[in-house]
Every structure is written in C-alpha cells, then in structure tokens.
C-alpha cells in the first residue's frame, strides 16, 4: 500500500506524463501545420529551384515560425504547471519551462518534491520538439543545396 506523499507523486507523475503526451502532440501539428503551409505558400517541394536569396528568405521565415513553435511550447508547459498548483504563477512556470527545455536542473526555481519530475519531462519534450525542428531545418537546406549549377 502507498502512503499518502507516495500516491501524490505518483498522481503528479501521470499528470506530467500526458501533458507531456499533449504538448509533444501540440507541437507535432505545429509542425505538420508549419510544413503544409510553406508547400502552399512557398512550393517548397521545388525549393531547390529557387533564387538563393528567395530560398534563404524561406528558411528564415521557418525558422522565425519554428522560433514561435518552441515558445508556444513552453508556454503549454507553463500553463499546466500553473494549472495544476506546481508553481504559482504562470510567469513562473514559463520561465522554469524554459529553463528546463534544453537543460536539465538547471533552474533557480523551485517546485514541491511532488513534481519533481515536471523537469526531466519538460527537459525530454525539448530534446523531440528540438530534434524535429532540425531535422526539418536540415530537409530544407538538403533540398536548397541539392541540384544548384554554378554554386
């Protein structure tokens, strides 16, 4: 049988858990959104064939949306932290959300022992919402620098 601080973290554990699971999810259609978009603005699928200084004015636009991606994410994290009593205010929340994104534990705020592991899933939602960005990055600049004559 579990006592009553064990049941608490282990309640706090599945709350971080699915907002973990919701705001990855959030941010995959952010994405999904974000590449249907620059096919329908941009033709992106024919990027390769694009003035350089168009192209690069393409991946600047998708990095600045990207930009806005990341920050929607931490301010999900921010508000379920609010949301759910781990920190008090939401201000708070967002700043330990981004403290916590693409560094673990390296935070000057504090939370309750009871959710103590909002960081590490804070911290693991950063490295595929991260990692998903730069791959798409990465697939833009392949397709730019594929086929292009003279440089």
Known sequence: MLSA???????????????????????LVGLHVSI????????????????????????????????????MTNF?????MH???????????VYYSLENYTALGL??????????MLAPMISMSGVFCLSWSTALLVSFFGQIYRIRPNG
């Open 5 to 27: 601080p064990e049941t608490l973290v282990l309640e706090s554990f599945g709350l971080c858990v699915l907002a973990f699971v919701a705001i990855v999810a959030l941010h």
């Open 36 to 71: 249907r978009l620059f096919h329908m603005k941009f033709n992106v699928g024919n990027i390769h064939s694009l003035p350089q200084h168009r192209a690069m004015i393409v991946i600047l636009a998708a990095m600045m949306l990207l930009f806005g991606l990341h920050m």
């Open 76 to 80: 999900a994290w921010g508000l379920f």
């Open 83 to 93: 949301a759910a009593g781990a920190l008090p205010t939401y201000r708070e929340g």
């Open 107 to 116: 935070t000057r705020v504090d939370v309750d022992d009871r959710w103590r």
